[in-house]
């Protein structure tokens, strides 16, 4: 069955430096797509960045960039130059590449950016 | 462009009443996906429709819920009678077909059942 885990119910960073929000995940699909979400305390989710099972270029996106490394299953999420804005749920995604499409989600990680 | 917009923002009723959760997809968006986070747990996926077809309802928890999408626009989840352990927050999303094409979330709809 697929999932994803992320161990870090919750992190510090302090603003302007980098931080590492980690996710792995088990598939036996060849073919899928990992993503990240936003969640600020108003409640949307926000699309963050991408990455397809094919992809061999990590996924860019402004401050944001993900560390996909294959053979671990892991697609952690590097937010640079951090920003009090960021402070966040941050959920990490898998969806299928046929059939429904759907998501499956991790339990997220609350990131929280000090002055 | 709108985004995805769900109706009510937050609901708070009695076990044994129901409650109507209200979702309208990015125009021309195909895919609808409805989806529930209980408190401190992971989103959990409930159903998906392609246009006014569900296409996959294996997330739904029983048969307490009930999901329709009319014409394939707007679609509304109906939970009845409700139990205490459906509080949460239920979000919908919606994209168009293919699998690169992110989903887009609406802001949810808090639920909480007394």
């Known amino acids: 069955a697929q999932k994803i885990t992320q161990t870090q119910p919750g992190m510090f960073v302090q603003e302007k430096e980098a931080v590492t929000l980690d996710c792995t995940y088990d598939?036996?699909?060849?073919?899928?797509?990992l993503f990240w979400y936003k969640q600020p305390s108003s409640g949307e989710m926000i699309f963050l960045i991408y990455?397809?099972?094919?992809?061999?270029q990590n996924a860019t996106e402004g401050r944001y960039s993900l560390n996909f490394q294959k053979a671990r299953k892991s697609a952690n999420l590097v937010i640079s130059a951090s920003q009090l804005g960021d402070s966040a749920m941050y959920f990490c995604?898998?969806?299928?590449?046929?059939?429904?499409?759907?998501?499956?989600f991790g339990t997220g990680t609350r990131l929280k950016v000090l002055a | 462009e709108a985004g995805v917009t769900q109706f009510p923002s937050h609901s708070v009723i009695e076990k044994g009443q129901t409650v109507t959760l209200r979702c309208d997809p990015i125009?021309?968006?195909?895919?609808l996906y409805w989806y529930r986070r209980v408190m401190g747990k992971e989103i959990k996926f409930l159903l998906h429709?392609?246009?006014?077809?569900?296409?996959?309802e294996s997330g739904m928890p029983n048969n307490r819920f009930l999901a329709e999408r009319t014409g394939g626009t707007y679609s509304t989840l109906k939970v009845q009678p409700a139990e205490l352990e459906d509080s949460g927050v239920y979000f919908c999303?919606?994209?168009?077909?293919?699998?690169?094409?992110?989903?887009?979330f609406g802001q949810g709809t808090r639920l909480t059942v007394v």
């Open positions: 429709f392609v246009k006014e077809s569900k296409q996959d």
């Open positions: 999303a919606s994209s168009q077909v293919g699998a690169s094409y992110e989903a887009f």
């Open positions: 995604a898998m969806r299928e590449a046929s059939g429904t499409y759907k998501y499956i």
């Open positions: 598939t036996s699909d060849q073919s899928y797509g």
């Open positions: 990455q397809g099972s094919y992809d061999e």
């Open positions: 125009s021309g968006h195909d895919n």
